[in-house]
């Protein structure tokens, strides 16, 4: 079973900016695509970003575009969410996610960890 971590989370006001972090293994790490889904209150989880691990590709939904920040440090095995410039509609919990490939994990055939709750006040 995959394991993955997420921390980071809390509260900030509009404007503000947050890094969420993922600690995975090393072997999940190393042979997945990596990224970030998150879901508010009645509302179905979406996708935020992804980054491959086999080319150095990043994927954003429009919504995060030049606010959000996929990155990984591989000495960590950890992956990370630079959010920045927060609006009151980015309020959800925040799921890392681990796929074989981008493709899968926007299909949802992937893992999830726990979730980390990010609140944006106005």
């Known amino acids: 079973q995959v394991q993955l971590v997420e921390s980071g989370g809390g509260l900030v006001q509009a404007g503000g900016s947050l890094r969420l972090s993922c600690a995975a293994s090393?072997?999940?790490?190393?042979?997945?695509?990596m990224g970030w889904f998150r879901q508010a209150p009645g509302k179905e989880r979406t996708f935020v970003a992804a980054?491959?691990?086999?080319?150095?590709?990043?994927l954003y939904a429009d919504s995060v575009k030049g606010r959000f920040f996929i990155a990984r440090d591989i000495a960590k095995s950890t992956v990370y969410l630079q959010m920045n410039s927060l609006k009151p509609e980015d309020t959800a919990v925040y799921y890392c996610?681990?796929?074989?490939?981008?493709?899968?994990?926007?299909?949802?055939?992937?893992?999830w960890g726990q979730g980390t709750q990010v609140t944006v006040s106005s």
């Open positions: 996610a681990a796929a074989p490939s981008t493709t899968d994990m926007r299909a949802g055939n992937g893992y």
């Open positions: 090393a072997r999940t790490f190393s042979t997945n695509a």
């Open positions: 980054l491959g691990w086999r080319v150095p590709t990043t």
